[in-house]
């Protein structure tokens, strides 16, 4: 796991009890508030599993071009 894995969980987390919170609430804005928060969360999630990935591929053929054109 790299750390923009786990950034994107926690905020992940924290805008679906903000969500939570603006439902038990009825304030909207704080629930729209946290649905954006947890889709910044899993937008960064998303690119922490890509660096993996990469970074897995990278591990597994170290002697492939990244640069050519494919």
Not at 45 to 68: A, I, S
């Amino acid at each position: 796991m790299n750390k923009d894995q786990i950034k994107g969980k926690i905020e992940e987390i924290k805008g679906d009890v903000k969500q939570r919170i603006g439902g038990a609430t009825k304030d909207r804005s704080t629930q729209g508030e946290g649905w954006l928060e947890e889709k910044k969360g899993q937008i960064r999630q998303g690119v922490g599993d890509l660096k993996e990935k990469v970074k897995r591929e990278d591990e597994r053929d170290p002697t492939r071009d990244l640069d050519r054109d494919v």
